[in-house]
């Protein structure tokens, strides 16, 4: 689900804010973008010449374990499998360090599983203004939240 919600590309992309992006939803970091390498767990690859699908399918599975730890350490309350698919599809989305001091986590982390939803729908905006497509996103990982 994650990665049809991302996209994939190959080559750098602008995302919906205007942010330097690549693969599967990954931004590419202000290292990243001084050095044109980004370090896989095989070894430094130049992303200006664009990614292989190996890679693209690497960068993801790394970046996606990085969202799973962050979840796993942050969350103190227990989630069935389909929270923590939800919460995972989230957190790649808005980033680890907009889960680690969101409203969302302190409500999950005080028992409050209901409020989840709702704190979900307040992350619409991009650059600033309500993004169609991340009102569809929300939608979709509030439904697999309450599934």
């Known amino acids: 689900m994650l990665r049809s919600l991302e996209g994939s590309r190959n ?23 001084s050095s044109g390498k980004i370090s896989l767990p095989s070894g430094a690859v130049d992303w200006h010449v664009g990614l292989t699908d190996e ?10 374990g990085t969202v799973e730890k962050v979840i796993s350490t942050y969350v103190k309350v227990p ?6 698919d939800s919460l995972a599809s989230f957190t790649f ?3 680890t360090p907009a889960l680690r001091t ?14 989840v939803p709702e704190q979900m729908r307040r992350w619409v905006y991009s650059a ?8 569809k996103r929300r939608e979709r990982e509030v439904a697999l939240w309450l599934a």
Do not use: C, W
Not at 79 to 84: A, C, H, M, R
Not at 102 to 115: E, F, I, P, R, V
Not at 128 to 135: A, T, V
């Open 11 to 33: 080559e750098m992309y602008r995302d919906s804010a205007g942010l330097p992006t690549i693969g599967v939803g990954h931004l590419l970091t202000k290292s990243e973008l």
């Open 55 to 64: 890679q693209v399918v690497e960068l993801f599975s790394h970046d996606l």
């Open 79 to 84: 989630l069935t499998q389909s929270q923590f």
């Open 93 to 95: 989305n808005v980033g």
């Open 102 to 115: 969101s409203t969302l986590l302190k409500k999950l982390n005080a028992g409050q599983y209901d409020q």
């Open 128 to 135: 600033g203004l309500i993004n169609p497509g991340l009102i």
